[in-house]
């Protein structure tokens, strides 16, 4: 991949290892080499990263707050390259989400506001 980069890897769908899908790709992250061209070395999921694209102060603030739903949070989840394989329109990772911060504004909607609902 190389002028299509962005067009062929942001926002496609993630699933995990265990075939649950895990959001989108959000962000690119290259690699810089000296003397050598940049490679492909993550890609991250995260609003944080989603919302920078759009408005970088929104982003911080979002952040700011993300920080608060446990340790490892206020930053993007990083996923590396070599651990993606292409299915289609779609990239398998061969972890499981459940081991990434990747669920935790779900897993914190999903215990703060939703089982508070009756009959949610």
Known sequence: MKFGLIAEVLDEQLVDSTGRQAGRVDGIVLDLRDGK???????????????????RRFARWYAFYDRKLG???????????TRLQRKGPTFVMDIDAE?????????WLRRHIVERIPGG
Not at 71 to 81: F, L
Not at 101 to 106: G, M, Q, R, S, T
């Open 99 to 107: 081991s990434t911060p990747i669920f935790a504004l779900e897993d």
């Open 71 to 81: 340790e490892g949070r206020g930053v993007a989840t990083r996923i590396p390259w």
């Open 37 to 55: 061209p940049p490679r492909l070395g993550y890609i991250e999921v995260s609003p944080i990263t989603l919302l920078s694209r759009f408005n």
